[in-house]
């Protein structure tokens, strides 16, 4: 499986983000809003670690928030697009080709990051990396998921509580990856991802789940 996700996204790197995400900036400026804000919040100076960088345009987000970057992608050919997206930008960031399911880590982050939209599925085993991965996690990890490719928020919760995570919650992310909507009508998308009675509706057809766990139960 690994080699047919390096080959695909060779393929594809050139590109790549401005030709998958239809609503490309505010999808990718929402990630990074719930990525910093939900839960304990990140500050200018924290580390992350994206697992999955793809072609780094969502790195440049978290650069200019002040944050030390580390992306890591499976595809070689993505981590050069990405180390040109950020060099054309003038930033400094650091990326490495790996494959998450294999790689070990030598230093601790603030927060672990992975927006593959796919996590459960692209991890061979996924409690074993994520076990691996709870010692150098010192705020707190998000996820994604699809629920009805992958597994239930709730198999994926139970691992997170089983690698050692807590104040664990999940949530739909309801920006469309293909369909172009005007900016108004994604807002109300996003207004109604915290309304209890919509916010699982949706996802029996189609959008994205987000799981989020802490490393420890005190808020900085």
Not at 5 to 14: D, F, R, S, W
Not at 193 to 204: A, D, H, M
Request: glycine share 8%.
């Amino acid at each position: 499986m690994a080699r047919d996700l390096v080959t695909k996204y060779n393929q594809i790197a050139g590109g790549f983000a401005e030709h998958s995400y239809a609503n490309l900036h505010f999808y990718m400026h929402r990630r990074f809003t719930i990525a910093t804000s939900w839960g304990i919040s990140l500050q200018p100076h924290d580390s992350v670690l994206e697992l999955g960088c793809g072609d780094g345009y969502l790195a440049q987000l978290f650069v200019r928030h002040g944050l030390q970057y580390c992306g890591v992608d499976i595809s070689s050919k993505m981590v050069t697009m990405a180390e040109r997206r950020i060099g054309e930008s003038g930033l400094k960031a650091q990326f490495m080709v790996a494959d998450v399911g294999q790689m070990t880590f030598s230093e601790p982050f603030d927060a672990v990051v992975s927006y593959m939209r796919d996590f459960f599925t692209y991890i061979h085993s996924p409690l074993i990396v994520l076990k691996r991965l709870r010692q150098y996690v010192r705020k707190k990890i998000i996820l994604d998921l699809d629920p009805r490719r992958d597994i239930p928020p709730g198999v994926a919760i139970g691992m997170l509580k089983d690698a050692g995570f807590q104040n664990i919650a999940w949530r739909p992310f309801f920006v469309p990856l293909e369909k172009k909507l005007p900016v108004c009508v994604l807002k109300t998308l996003i207004v109604c991802e915290g309304i209890p009675v919509l916010r699982g509706l949706p996802l029996r057809w189609k959008f994205q789940v987000l799981v989020k766990a802490e490393a420890r139960d005190a808020y900085l």
